[in-house]
Structures are given as structure tokens and as C-alpha cells.
């Protein structure tokens, strides 16, 4: 396959998705930012892409649960179209409100047996928004996204991003199947669990930041790798002579080399 295409798939209140875009074809893809109202008139349209981000932002203003009403448009018109993207072997990103989109609308992870989610985001323990750089660890062995990389320092900012999972069991299978693919740690890269604020932001149940479906090839984070895509955006750039490739370009360059190796 050639270069690969990538939807950046926008709505009312998105704010993260000219970067988003910016970020993938910088790693080699061509990204078209869509509306979702143009794929609700034609869902085929999906269909001529090979990667579906979902970036992030405020969808709909969060005005009844972050990612709740753009979730709610995709479980319910958009469930098949879908389906036939995720069977057909493609990658699907989310990115902060978008990893919320994926966990409440179920793409990312299958509800119990008892029709209950699996899993939620919901308000940091500080009960405000949180505006930060993390370091983070890297489980690649599932995680299409995640090949190669051990460790990342990234910016986070979000006021729902506590993952909570429905139970102990349900933690324990996502972990034995190699789905949290990324876990916020210590600037050692240590990781004791819980880790205390702010190295946990939020307060996610056993450090989780980031996870990813049985296939690894659908993956829904927190912190927000478009925003350190070139060493200038590090914090301490000028202080530290950073010329290092930033951390979050081997994101998006993992998706385009799944369709290019």
C-alpha cells in the first residue's frame, strides 16, 4: 500500500484536529479533517481511509459527559460502518476527548455480559481540569501504536480523564490481554500504583493512561502526542538543547508504517 489516509473526524467544540492532522502527515500520511455530519450523510465515506482518529477537544461542549453525544451519534448511526472498518483491518486513534468517545460509545472496549461498559472516564480526583506534562510507560506488546516505544513524557489536558474499570476482574483480563498500553509513572519511570498527584493527574485506577481493543490496533490515550510532535514544544527545550526526535511523532509514525512496511 501506498501512503495511507487518515479521517480526522471533527465536531462542534473539537479543537485539537488541524494539530491532529498536522501530526500524521507529518509521519507520512495524508489526513482530510471531516465533520461528522459529512460521514452521518455518507458513512461509506470511511471507507476511503485507512486510519479514523478521533482527536481531541470538547465535543459538543461536554455539555452532558465529555464524548457522550459525538459516542452516542456513532453507536447509533454509525455502528456498521464501523464494524466493516475495524474488520478490515484498519487502525482506529483517539486522542483525549476521543479516547472517551471510543470507551462510551463501545468501540474500544465490548460492554460485560451484563450490557454494563467495561470501562469509564470519568472527573479527575482533584475535581478540576488538569493542564500538565506526564511521563508515561509503554506496554508494546499488543499495541500497534505502541511498537518500539518504552517510555513517553507528553502534556495531558482534561477534567474526565479517570479510567475506572468495572471491577477488579475486568481490570485484571484488560491487563493478562495486554490492553493498557500505557500507564502514567514516575520521572524515574517507576510506577507504583497508585502513583500519588500529579504523576497519576487524575487519579486512573492502576496508573492506566492509555488502552487499546484485543487487536491492538484500536488504541484510546489521554495525553495528547500531536502537541510534541517537534522538540521546540518540549517545556525545557532551550535549557536541555533537546534536537532528539519528540516523543510523540513514533505514535502516528507506528500507524503509518503498519500500511507501508
Not at 29 to 39: K, P, S
Not at 167 to 177: I, M, P, Q
Request: with cysteine; hydrophobic share 40%.
Amino acid at each position: 500500500m501506498g501512503q495511507p489516509k487518515v479521517i480526522v473526524l471533527r465536531a462542534p467544540g473539537t479543537n485539537c484536529d488541524e494539530e491532529t492532522a498536522f501530526a500524521f502527515e507529518r509521519a507520512g500520511a495524508r489526513a482530510e479533517r471531516i465533520h461528522i455530519n459529512r460521514l452521518l450523510e455518507r458513512p461509506t465515506l470511511i471507507d476511503d481511509f485507512q486510519v479514523l482518529c478521533l482527536p481531541g477537544g470538547f465535543s459538543y461542549g461536554d455539555d452532558v459527559a465529555a464524548g457522550r453525544i459525538l459516542a452516542t451519534q456513532m453507536r447509533r448511526y454509525l455502528a456498521d460502518a464501523l464494524m466493516r472498518f475495524r474488520d478490515a483491518g484498519k487502525l482506529v486513534l483517539g486522542i483525549c476527548n476521543g479516547f472517551q468517545v471510543l470507551i462510551k460509545s463501545g468501540i474500544l472496549l465490548e460492554d460485560s455480559a451484563a450490557g454494563l461498559p467495561a470501562a469509564t472516564l470519568t472527573w479527575n480526583d482533584s475535581g478540576r481540569y488538569q493542564d500538565r506534562w506526564v511521563n508515561l510507560k509503554a506496554d508494546n506488546s499488543r499495541c500497534v501504536f505502541m511498537k518500539g516505544i518504552d517510555s513517553l513524557y507528553l502534556p495531558i489536558a482534561h477534567a474526565e480523564g479517570k479510567f475506572v474499570p468495572q471491577d477488579d476482574a475486568t481490570l485484571s483480563a484488560l491487563e493478562s490481554a495486554g490492553q493498557l498500553a500505557l500507564r502514567y509513572a514516575s520521572s524515574n519511570g517507576q510506577g507504583a500504583d497508585p502513583l500519588p498527584f500529579p504523576e497519576n493527574p487524575n487519579g486512573s485506577v492502576a496508573n492506566v493512561a492509555g488502552v487499546c481493543d484485543p487487536s491492538g490496533r484500536i488504541l484510546g490515550l489521554m495525553p495528547h502526542p500531536e502537541r510534541y510532535v517537534d522538540p521546540t514544544q518540549h517545556p525545557r527545550w532551550t535549557r536541555e538543547g533537546l534536537q532528539h526526535e519528540a516523543d510523540g511523532t513514533a505514535i502516528f509514525r507506528n500507524a503509518v508504517e503498519f500500511f507501508t512496511d
